[in-house]
């Protein structure tokens, strides 16, 4: 052990907790594939005797599992989009406009991080009732088209990047819009593809106020649906299984192919510890 580097005691240490982890991930992909027999079966069975796509075929064929899909997959979208426009906006606003009060409306922004989320439903709900928003699918896609923590990420990753490389596109002709688009934007990958994660990650499991601010099935997310599908059919446990499964696989592979620039986003925008 004491020719072992610090860097490795450490994998000793994290390998275990990673397969700790994993664990119910494997176990529910497994239970996905085999049949309530086997399920229900006492003791339970680790690994499916009999493999079946039943679960898959129902909830894609008989259920309203396509449509609670195709929901999330707009939701998500417009939550993608808005993140990546409005933020990058004022991220890049905050770290290189100067105007009167900016500090000041920074900390406003940055305060409203530490208000509980739970505080805000109510005067939401109420401010949506009167948009006409509330039982529509915009009802979970307008609260996530910005958010504060994207703004701030935004802003640090901007912060860190050396000024003269947009005079110098100032120089050459381009305007304030151009520099941005051109310059800061390519350059902030990292940044986005971060964003863009956490985005997703939100936006896609989000259970609360979608339970809040929609009752009819046909507007129903992903996660609420899935809800009220363990309730109404808490035999079917391949069924319910398979439709986690697949509301897990977009997030794994986003997290997959996003994963390398976190690091470069927390190393340069000062969020590292």
């Known amino acids: 052990m004491k020719h072992l580097k610090p860097r490795h005691l450490a994998h000793l240490v994290l390998m275990p907790l990673a397969l700790l982890f994993v664990a119910p991930l494997v176990w529910m992909v497994l239970t996905a594939f085999m049949p309530d027999a086997d399920i229900n079966s006492y003791p339970p069975k680790l690994w499916p005797e009999h493999p079946t796509l039943a ?40 770290a290189r406009l100067r105007f009167r009060g900016r500090g000041v409306a920074f900390a406003a922004l940055m305060a409203t991080i530490m208000v509980p989320t739970q505080v805000l439903m109510i005067p939401t709900f109420l401010l949506f009732k009167n948009l006409g ?6 009802a979970a896609i307008v609260p996530w088209l910005a958010s504060a923590f994207g703004v701030f990420l935004m802003r640090q990753f901007f912060l860190s990047l050396p000024r003269e490389l947009e005079e110098a596109a100032t120089i050459d002709g381009c305007g304030r819009v151009g520099v941005f688009v051109r310059v800061v934007l390519p350059l ?6 971060t964003l863009v994660v956490f985005t997703l990650l939100g936006s896609w ?4 106020w979608p339970l809040i601010a929609i009752s009819s099935e046909e507007n129903y997310t992903l996660q609420l649906g899935l809800a009220t599908f363990a309730g109404a059919r808490h035999t079917e446990w391949s069924a319910l299984m398979a439709g ?24 340069f925008s000062g969020l590292k510890g």
Do not use: K
Request: hydrophobic share 60%; net charge negative; charged share 10%.
């Open 55 to 94: 679960g898959f075929e129902r909830i894609l064929t008989e259920d309203d599992y396509p449509r609670w899909l195709a929901n999330t997959v707009i939701v998500a979208v417009a939550a993608v989009l808005g993140h990546v426009v409005l933020c990058s906006l004022a991220g890049y606003g905050f």
């Open 133 to 138: 928003l509330i039982d529509t699918l915009g």
């Open 188 to 193: 902030a990958r990292p940044a986005l593809a």
């Open 205 to 208: 499991n989000d259970l609360i």
């Open 244 to 267: 986690n499964v697949v509301a897990v696989l977009p997030l794994v592979a986003a997290f997959v192919l996003a994963q390398r620039h976190f690091v470069a986003t927390m190393s």
